[in-house]
């Protein structure tokens, strides 16, 4: 979006040099306000974006206030380019008094209620820059066109009001007249209220941990809140996947892109879904989503699309499959439904079968299995952290058949065998004597955070063991850094190597459990005080400012903060 006020150039909304910005949330809502002030023209402007709780479009209204002595002319433009296949065209369109830009499968519409002032279907590059768009075509095979509303002479200290409305649906001309002419025609004000009153009853509902009356620190509250109102927007209702987070990366520049759902990331986010009060949704998760995606194997591939297709991947994780089975678990403790442990126990036993293959060849050193890539997806071989999550789900399907099948000891005694022979094989392999310390893989001696596993998560040592306690040691003098944040892995060096937001409540989780009081809640404020302003937590913090990095609202990083903050409080740490 941007404006033409009297006879400037283009001024962008988003970006531009005499712009000043200050954004926030509605309070306990997820409706984002974005205030621009142009501090050479005088002119503010208020844009608030929601989406109705029924209605498949994003609502943006403007209030544009003139805070100049003189008058202003002005124009609202909306400049759209998408990403266009060379086998799937997007073309341009102005219909219904409106900009749709539609390919084979769908269509993206921007429209008001107000009519349009000007448009440009083709060749829009070379005259967006001036604001004064036009042309001759009303449809072209072009994948960038805008439109203008004219929002007239505002005279000092006038106020104008506008609705924008974006709309994405599958391509079908003969109802999206209809759609359009109907969505004009709604009461905004009163969408806006519902909207506001649903998102508040959400989070109150939803504060399981009794924060939000508390006397906490209200940055604390802040992020514990944008969690709660966070997770529905990544969960696709129908099968329960979850996002991973919203995609930041579309062109690929440092990463396999993240809109995708890993069943690894899942487990953690599913269990603050549980402290949050989200069971029904964390069921869904496992019930629906687990089962549709499971192998005929047994095992769950590294990643997927929310609706349960394989995504783009480049190996697999052997940990996916077993944090499913720990997941499973610790949801059951949770709940305690008998239907939902009996709903899924034909996929816990085909993961349960998979995950013993895999231990037979690693045992045997046979290394038939195709090499499982680690947490972080940059090494194939054998690692630590795979093996204790694997620890972990045998544990775990021992405790499930207890409840499941209590008269059949049989497969417990075997899971028993299975679970005492690798953890002997991790002591002897994975503990190196020289160093004192555990180590990460086979080949690979650097300290990485994940060396926590064998006690956080996965309860395989006590916190206090001769083990953990001399590779904590170490870890907090390589992989600490001077902020006072932890980096995952010695050296690494993904987008400028920073601490991690993950990495450093993992660390906070170890020194809860070891009563190291004033080291977790150095490790829990480091990341509160580094959080955006919104309460959104992002992968990284920049070890330079200090300030979110990378990806923003990651769901994995809002998980391990609402597990902490539970912990934390039980403990009386806070």
């Known amino acids: 979006m941007s404006v033409k006020i009297n006879d400037s150039l283009n001024i962008s909304l988003h970006d531009d040099v005499n712009n000043t910005y200050m954004q926030r949330y509605i309070q306990n809502t997820n409706i984002l306000q974005t205030e621009i002030f142009n501090t050479y023209f005088s002119l503010r402007i208020l844009q608030t974006d929601f989406v109705p709780l029924d209605e498949n479009v994003l609502v943006r209204n403007y209030l544009i206030k003139n805070e100049s002595p003189v008058d202003l002319n002005v124009n609202l433009l909306a400049n759209s380019k998408l990403l266009s296949d060379i086998n799937n065209d997007t073309s341009g369109l102005i219909k219904y008094n409106s900009l749709i830009q539609y390919n084979h499968d769908y269509t993206f519409s921007v429209f008001s209620s107000q009519n349009l002032y000007s448009y440009q279907i083709n060749d829009v590059e070379s005259t967006i820059w001036t604001g004064n768009i036009g042309g001759k075509d009303y449809v072209g095979l072009s994948n960038n066109s805008a439109i203008s509303y004219d929002i007239g002479t505002l005279h000092p200290n006038d106020e104008y009001r506008i609705s924008i409305f974006i709309v994405v649906k599958e391509t079908n001309f003969e109802t999206l007249g209809k759609d359009i002419e109907r969505i004009k025609s709604l009461d905004v004000n009163e969408l806006f209220t519902q909207t506001i009153d649903y998102w508040k009853k959400f989070v109150v509902n939803h504060d399981k941990l009794n924060i939000l009356n508390s006397k906490l620190d209200e940055k604390i509250k802040e992020i514990y809140s944008r969690t709660i109102l966070l997770y529905p927007l990544l969960q696709n209702k129908e099968t329960g ?121 690693i045992l045997s050193k046979e290394f038939k299995f195709r090499k499982s890539y680690n947490l972080w997806e940059e090494y194939e071989g054998i690692s630590l952290y795979s093996l204790v999550n694997i620890y972990s789900a045998f544990r775990a399907a021992m405790k499930l058949n207890v409840v499941v099948l209590p008269a059949n000891g049989r497969e417990n005694m075997e899971l028993d065998e299975y679970s005492l022979k690798l953890k002997q094989y991790i002591l002897e392999t994975f503990f190196n004597e020289d160093l004192k310390t555990f180590v990460r893989s086979l080949d690979d001696s650097r300290m990485d955070i994940s060396l926590l596993a064998p006690c956080i998560p996965f309860g395989m040592l006590e916190p206090d063991s001769r083990e953990m306690l001399n590779t904590v040691q170490k870890m907090e003098i390589t992989i600490r850094t001077y902020t006072g944040g932890f980096m995952r892995y010695e050296n690494d060096t993904y987008v400028g190597g920073n601490p991690w937001v993950i990495a450093t409540l993992w660390m906070a989780l170890y020194y809860i459990e070891t009563n190291r009081k004033d080291d977790a809640l150095q ?37 391990m903060f609402i597990i902490t903050l539970q912990k934390l409080l039980e403990k009386g740490m806070l």
């Open 241 to 361: 996947g979850m996002s991973a987070g919203i995609e930041i990366d579309e062109y690929k520049t440092k990463c396999g892109r993240y809109s995708y759902c890993w069943p690894r990331d899942s487990v953690f986010i599913t269990k603050a879904q549980d402290i949050i009060g989200m069971e029904e949704e964390t069921s869904k998760f496992y019930s629906d989503f687990c089962r549709m995606t499971q192998s005929e194997t047994g095992r769950w591939e590294q990643r997927f699309y929310t609706d349960g297709r394989l995504a783009p991947s480049w190996g697999y994780q052997i940990d996916e499959t077993a944090a499913v089975i720990v997941g499973i678990y610790d949801h059951y403790l949770r709940i305690k439904d008998m239907d939902f442990l009996k709903k899924n126990t034909t996929m816990i036993n085909k993961a349960i079968e998979y995950l013993k293959l895999y231990v037979d060849d």
């Open 523 to 559: 490790c829990f404020n480091f990341v509160v005080n580094t959080a955006c302003d919104n309460g959104l937590l992002a992968e990284q913090i920049d070890n330079v400012t200090l300030k979110p990095k990378w990806v923003l609202g990651l769901s994995w990083s809002h998980a």
